[in-house]
Protein backbone atom coordinates (compact mmCIF):
# COMPACT_ATOMS: atom_id res chain seq x y z
CA UNK A 1 0.00 0.00 0.00
CA UNK A 2 1.15 3.23 -0.65
CA UNK A 3 1.55 6.70 1.28
CA UNK A 4 -1.00 7.87 -0.88
CA UNK A 5 -3.31 4.95 0.32
CA UNK A 6 -2.27 5.02 3.33
CA UNK A 7 -3.07 9.09 4.12
CA UNK A 8 -6.49 8.44 2.68
CA UNK A 9 -7.56 5.30 4.40
CA UNK A 10 -6.10 7.13 7.91
CA UNK A 11 -9.13 9.70 6.92
CA UNK A 12 -11.88 7.11 5.75
CA UNK A 13 -11.12 5.29 9.31
CA UNK A 14 -11.09 8.42 11.26
CA UNK A 15 -14.84 9.00 9.80
CA UNK A 16 -15.77 5.57 10.17
CA UNK A 17 -16.17 5.07 6.26
CA UNK A 18 -13.33 2.51 6.11
CA UNK A 19 -14.50 -0.85 4.55
CA UNK A 20 -13.24 -3.34 2.14
CA UNK A 21 -15.32 -1.39 -0.91
CA UNK A 22 -13.23 1.61 -0.05
CA UNK A 23 -10.18 0.09 -0.18
CA UNK A 24 -10.92 -0.89 -3.82
CA UNK A 25 -12.16 2.46 -4.76
CA UNK A 26 -8.76 3.65 -2.69
CA UNK A 27 -6.43 1.54 -4.63
CA UNK A 28 -7.64 2.75 -8.11
CA UNK A 29 -7.58 6.35 -6.95
CA UNK A 30 -3.66 5.75 -6.36
CA UNK A 31 -3.40 4.37 -9.77
CA UNK A 32 -4.84 7.43 -10.66
CA UNK A 33 -2.80 9.64 -8.62
CA UNK A 34 0.31 8.28 -9.72
CA UNK A 35 -0.41 9.07 -13.69
CA UNK A 36 0.90 12.67 -13.04
CA UNK A 37 -2.51 14.29 -11.59
CA UNK A 38 -1.57 17.26 -9.16
CA UNK A 39 -3.23 19.02 -6.18
CA UNK A 40 -5.24 15.46 -6.12
CA UNK A 41 -7.97 15.34 -4.23
CA UNK A 42 -10.42 12.78 -2.91
CA UNK A 43 -13.91 13.28 -1.92
CA UNK A 44 -15.96 10.28 -0.25
CA UNK A 45 -19.87 10.71 -1.99
CA UNK A 46 -22.93 8.45 -0.92
CA UNK A 47 -25.95 8.69 1.46
CA UNK A 48 -26.40 7.30 3.82
CA UNK A 49 -23.31 5.54 3.33
CA UNK A 50 -20.19 6.59 1.18
CA UNK A 51 -20.03 3.97 -2.15
CA UNK A 52 -18.27 6.27 -4.57
CA UNK A 53 -14.94 8.70 -4.51
CA UNK A 54 -14.61 12.08 -6.72
CA UNK A 55 -10.63 12.35 -7.33
CA UNK A 56 -9.94 15.53 -8.62
CA UNK A 57 -6.97 17.01 -9.95
CA UNK A 58 -5.12 19.21 -12.61
CA UNK A 59 -2.54 18.60 -15.21
CA UNK A 60 -1.38 19.63 -19.04
CA UNK A 61 -2.03 18.06 -22.14
CA UNK A 62 0.28 15.54 -21.39
CA UNK A 63 -0.63 14.15 -18.52
CA UNK A 64 -4.25 14.07 -19.24
CA UNK A 65 -3.62 12.21 -22.21
CA UNK A 66 -1.29 9.74 -20.63
CA UNK A 67 -4.24 9.44 -17.76
CA UNK A 68 -7.55 8.84 -20.01
CA UNK A 69 -4.72 6.53 -22.62
CA UNK A 70 -3.05 4.44 -19.57
CA UNK A 71 -5.05 4.32 -16.43
CA UNK A 72 -8.70 5.26 -16.89
CA UNK A 73 -9.36 2.52 -19.86
CA UNK A 74 -7.98 -0.37 -16.98
CA UNK A 75 -9.53 1.58 -13.86
CA UNK A 76 -12.05 -1.02 -12.15
CA UNK A 77 -15.58 0.79 -10.47
CA UNK A 78 -15.13 3.47 -13.06
CA UNK A 79 -18.29 5.69 -12.98
CA UNK A 80 -17.31 8.74 -15.07
CA UNK A 81 -14.67 11.27 -16.84
CA UNK A 82 -15.12 14.96 -16.52
CA UNK A 83 -12.63 17.20 -18.52
CA UNK A 84 -12.65 21.04 -18.30
CA UNK A 85 -9.98 22.85 -19.78
CA UNK A 86 -8.27 26.55 -18.56
CA UNK A 87 -6.92 28.90 -20.87
CA UNK A 88 -9.25 31.16 -23.44
CA UNK A 89 -8.63 30.43 -26.28
CA UNK A 90 -5.25 27.71 -26.01
CA UNK A 91 -6.32 25.29 -22.91
CA UNK A 92 -2.52 24.31 -21.85
CA UNK A 93 -4.17 23.12 -18.29
CA UNK A 94 -7.01 20.83 -17.35
CA UNK A 95 -9.59 19.72 -14.23
CA UNK A 96 -10.34 16.15 -13.98
CA UNK A 97 -12.49 14.77 -12.47
CA UNK A 98 -12.81 11.04 -12.31
CA UNK A 99 -15.59 9.15 -10.38
CA UNK A 100 -15.20 5.58 -9.24
CA UNK A 101 -17.87 3.69 -7.78
CA UNK A 102 -21.68 3.22 -7.29
CA UNK A 103 -22.06 6.52 -9.02
CA UNK A 104 -25.99 7.40 -9.18
CA UNK A 105 -25.71 9.91 -12.44
CA UNK A 106 -22.60 9.96 -13.79
CA UNK A 107 -20.84 12.99 -14.87
CA UNK A 108 -22.67 15.33 -11.85
Do not use: C
Not at 17 to 44: D, S
Not at 77 to 100: A, C, E, K, M, T
Request: charged share 20%; no cysteine.
Amino acid sequence: MSDFEHAVMAQLKSSGQETARMRELVAAAAKINTAGLKGTRILTKGIPVPDWLRVSGIGDKAAITKLIDEVVGKTPHLGGVIVFPYGIPFPDIYHVDIDLGNVPHPGF
